[in-house]
């Protein structure tokens, strides 16, 4: 369905375009080794204010991208990934805020990550690539900031690996951020999202075509990476939302006593599975795991208080009854950390069947609240 | 540990030997297809009294087999699956009572399945092997009895696919049991179950070395295979547990930014997932877990009501407040539907941090209560 067929183009940012910004200087990664140039893919959407103080920064999660809002082409078959939340008169009113998505480090939709070419070699740097924390991702979107002249964002915002960017832009930049928004996030990553992105791992390193990083872009580790992907989706779902999709539904096409017979739930994740191949980099999404995996906010702290200490904005947080991957009680853990600290603190539990997911599914059921927290501030 | 070296001789049932029923006669299976010849490995414990009418058995899950309790010989590392369950003393005090444990028909652990030889091929079936359902591991286990002139069960007690066989034994035998105790089950395996397994079957899939299920033995698709019992071992723990656990230890053999750097409950998932294809065959596995997709109470009735009217004697059930496998409101909805149906029927919803794994892992939490419920029959 393109833009011309869509139901609201009155509420949508129209057609956009992805923006990148090439940064000569060095960037110091956590791991201590220096990533230069690299490059960060972005979208903006509505008008900076004459104050430069209505921006808004969006997160994306693990396979997300720039293309937040609208539409590239008029034939696009789908708008950008959080279309729903950012537009005229919508949560993130582009008529009111200067909204930005920016691609993060390590990803392969037009920042530099694993599939770029390092400029020293001439080569992909597949796992030549450093090791990337989500603060090294957040480094890299305040260099951005830097370029467009805004000092100072409203909010940061984002779910999952955004609510992480969230999360630490707070604690890095206490001074550049007046709020931020974690939604279906954690303070750490738990041993089992590290176990299931090590399933996901591992599906990859079994298949010959991965060659240690080394596939030919043409040639991907398609047969590993569509189970990855596979695994990570079933972590975003939940036992409610797969019933409510697929029940016990079998294929049409197969015998139950096939022993290859399949249940429609199979069918969906190997179709996803397989039409991921397509849009993301398997390098890409194994640098990212990485990062999810290695993600603790207390990370080159002495505590987690230490870490949290620095927040100085207000905090805004969400959590989803039905998540399994960053499941409530580790937002609320952090939350009461906050609240323990003085820090002004709102958290909010979603009733929702659609996991982890939710953030995605179900905005409306906590897009309220944050409009009226963009209100107060 | 060997026997001699153990803490509780005096509780158990010390060196024990499978034994092995041959059957000349057709097994016809749900799927329509006939098993013949076939095998049952089993072990008996304690005595058969003069009235035949002492007898329970304890039906294993996916992986499990005939050896619940006791010692092969005086040098093994390890006692039966159940060893804590079973012996003099013991919830199933084999003073009192006739245990009996028998391996699954399409396992490979002394029963027949896809790894045995096809007597009419001199081949292995591999997968010409029948696919089966829990209905007929049941059937082939009441040929067992039949065998052993034994008509009724005081009870059938297992968990996860032994709660599945338990309950079948209740809706296909009404009148050769006395209780059943399905423990850590589900009235039918959910979608996100299924997705689960079809997680795995693809991790073996995806071998090379899997050939279709015509691998050697010597030469299993050990990469794959190791993959796939990964996805079952975490989906068998919790959150909590593996919190406990591991936290978010990091192997110190490892640097934090080494792409193959590995936390500890990676080296842990890997270091069991490779030591369990020297233990199961590859396409037992598989048969198996379809077994367990297949599984739904209704199966082959016009309802599941109709199933359940079926059973006559009282059932004692139990569910783990961390399992997000067979998660408790799954035996509830059956436990309701028996109570709606007027069957005498008792539920305990045990707090437990072990996942689906709690049975094995607690089982002082529920056998003051399968004690009492035996008392009572």
Redesign the interface.
């Known amino acids: 369905m393109g833009l011309d067929q869509g139901i609201d183009v009155e509420q949508s940012v129209g057609i956009v375009k992805t923006e990148y910004a090439h940064f000569e200087t060095e960037l110091k990664l956590e791991?201590?080794?220096l990533l230069s140039p690299f490059t960060l893919a972005y979208e903006t959407y509505g008008r900076l204010n004459n104050e430069r103080s209505n921006v808004i920064l969006v997160a994306h999660a693990w396979t997300g991208d720039a293309h937040a809002a609208g539409w590239h082409t008029p034939d696009d078959r789908k708008p950008g990934w959080w279309d729903n939340m950012i537009g005229p008169g919508c949560l993130l009113d582009t008529e009111r805020y200067f909204v930005i998505c920016s691609n993060v480090i390590g990803s392969c939709k037009g920042s530099t990550g694993p599939a770029s070419i390092n400029p020293r070699s001439g080569q992909p740097y597949n796992?030549t690539f450093?090791?990337v924390m989500v603060r090294d991702m957040v480094r890299a979107q305040a260099r951005l900031l830097d370029r467009l002249g805004i000092n100072q964002l409203l909010t940061v915002i984002g779910g999952s690996m955004g609510a992480m960017q969230a999360l630490e832009w707070g604690i890095i930049y206490p001074d550049r951020v007046r709020s931020i928004i974690p939604i279906a996030g954690t303070g750490?990553?738990?041993?089992?999202a590290?176990?299931?992105n090590?399933?996901a791992r591992?599906?990859v390193f079994?298949?010959?075509l991965w060659k240690k990083g080394n596939y030919r872009p043409e040639h991907p580790p398609a047969?590993?990476f569509?189970?990855a992907r596979?695994?990570g989706h079933?972590s975003f779902?939940?036992?409610a939302s797969?019933?409510l999709?697929?029940?016990?539904r079998f294929s049409a096409r197969d015998g139950?006593?096939?022993?290859f017979g399949?249940?429609e739930?199979?069918r969906y994740?190997?179709y996803n599975g397989r039409s991921f191949v397509d849009r993301f980099d398997t390098n890409s999404f194994?640098?990212l795991a990485?990062a999810l995996?290695?993600y603790?906010v207390a990370w080159d702290f002495d505590s987690s208080d230490e870490a949290l200490t620095r927040i100085e904005c207000p905090s805004l947080w969400f959590a989803f009854t039905s998540d399994?991957l960053y499941?409530p009680n580790q937002t609320e853990e952090v939350v009461a950390d906050l609240k323990r600290l003085n820090k002004p603190v709102t958290y909010h539990l979603i009733e929702s069947d659609y996991g982890h997911d939710s953030f995605l599914v179900e905005p409306e059921k906590f897009t309220p609240k944050v409009a009226a927290f963009l209100d107060r501030l």
């Open positions: 791991s201590g080794r796992l450093p090791v750490k990553t738990s041993p089992m590290i176990a299931l090590a399933l591992t599906a079994n298949d010959p047969d590993g569509a189970l596979a695994v079933i779902l939940s036992d797969m019933q999709k697929f029940e016990r139950l006593f096939d022993f399949k249940f739930v199979e994740l190997e194994l640098y990485k995996d290695l603790d399994w499941p």
